[in-house]
């Protein structure tokens, strides 16, 4: 069965430290990956998508095809990073998201 | 161009009623997908709708239903509300159709049961 992983509830860094929200997919065709980010109040957004390849707010996302995993890294932790994450897996008629990560910046 | 709408934003019902709330997709996207929200489980997919068809289920009793109108709007029904049914509901639009599965979410409507 298709299911993300994202194997930790929270995460606190300090802020300037490198992050890194960890994700696990198992699909056995070739995935859409997604990373969505919900800030305090507002809605949740798209962060980033594996099949652009892009950096956002600093963070960049890898797709790992052998170790089924799309992790989440930014280099250096900022106080407005602070939010919940979630990873996804994209198919043909729905979205899989994984239960989601909180990451607190600490001052 | 307009975000999804959903309505209301909130809600207070009792227990043994029942609810129905509303999304509005992004102007031609025909996926709408609705989502249950809350502290422990995250994120969870109750269904979803392309072009006025349910095309996939979560696990969530048959109080859940729902439905899509030929303007892609989409209609949630919780019957028989629990307390556990307390949750923000998030609906989420997409093109649809075998493009891309990206989701733009609406603001939610946040159900409280007493």
């Known amino acids: 069965a298709q299911r993300v992983t994202q194997p930790e509830k929270l995460l606190s860094v300090f802020k300037g430290a490198p992050v890194e929200l960890k994700c696990n997919y198992s699909y056995s065709g070739s995935p859409e990956l997604f990373w969505y980010v919900q800030y305090s109040r507002q809605r949740l957004q798209l962060l980033l998508r594996h099949i652009s390849r892009e950096s956002i707010k600093g963070f960049t996302a890898d797709l790992n095809k052998g170790e089924t995993s799309f992790h989440l890294k930014k280099p250096f932790a900022q106080e407005e990073d602070s939010a919940m994450y979630y990873c996804a897996l994209g198919l043909d008629d729905k979205i899989i998201f994984g239960k989601g990560t909180r990451l607190h910046i600490l001052p | 161009k307009a975000g999804v709408t959903q309505t209301p934003r909130y809600l207070i019902k009792t227990r043994g009623q029942q609810v129905t709330l509303s999304c509005s997709p992004i102007?031609?996207?025909?996926?709408v997908s609705w989502y249950q929200q809350t502290p422990g489980q995250g994120l969870q997919f109750l269904f979803e709708?392309?072009?006025?068809?349910?095309?996939n289920k979560g696990n969530f009793p048959g109080r859940f239903s729902g439905r899509q109108f030929s303007n892609s709007r989409s209609e949630m029904n919780v019957s028989t509300l629990e307390l556990g049914d307390s949750a923000l509901y998030l609906c989420?639009?997409?093109?649809?159709?075998?493009?891309?599965?990206?989701?733009?979410f609406g603001q939610g409507t946040r159900l409280t049961v007493v």
């Open positions: 989420a639009s997409s093109l649809g159709g075998g493009g891309s599965t990206e989701a733009f």
């Open positions: 102007s031609g996207h025909r996926s």
């Open positions: 709708y392309f072009s006025e068809t349910q095309r």
